[in-house]
């Protein structure tokens, strides 16, 4: 993303874009690589609520986070475009409100990532 200091996350995290729902697959080649037809898109703010539940000082992954959604919803897997996505927008939100130190990571393919997230990780189930 760009300019993210001129953009309103928390407004972000309230656009549902028609979700949640579940998608049934016919891609064989995704149906393999993630282990069934069954793909369930959670909102925005489902993303933010689950990272809300950490507790201060943890984090957790977005793999996680998409095989909570696809457990709690009866789905093979959570779509993971839109889930990284919608992490993202969470964790501006986030860090618009309050929260841990953001690093930029890469000079072609830039990603973001909490700063010593692995000293801070917390599993959910």
Do not use: C
Not at 49 to 67: A, D, F, H, L, Y
Request: charged fraction near 30%; glycine fraction near 6%.
């Amino acid at each position: 993303m760009a300019n993210e200091e001129k953009k309103d996350f928390n407004a972000m995290l309230h656009d549902s874009k028609d979700m949640p729902k579940l998608q049934i697959i016919t891609d064989k080649k995704s149906i393999e690589k993630y282990g069934g037809d069954r793909m369930y898109f959670a909102p925005p703010i489902a993303y933010d609520k689950v990272m809300k539940s950490i507790p201060e000082g943890k984090v957790i992954t977005v793999g996680e986070i998409r095989q909570f959604f696809a457990e709690q919803n009866d789905a093979d897997f959570t779509e993971p475009i839109t889930a990284g996505i919608f992490v993202s927008i969470a964790a501006w939100a986030s860090y618009q409100r309050e929260g841990h130190v953001i690093v930029q990571r890469g000079r072609t393919n830039i990603r973001y990532y909490v700063k010593d997230y692995e000293k801070v990780l917390f599993g959910i189930s």
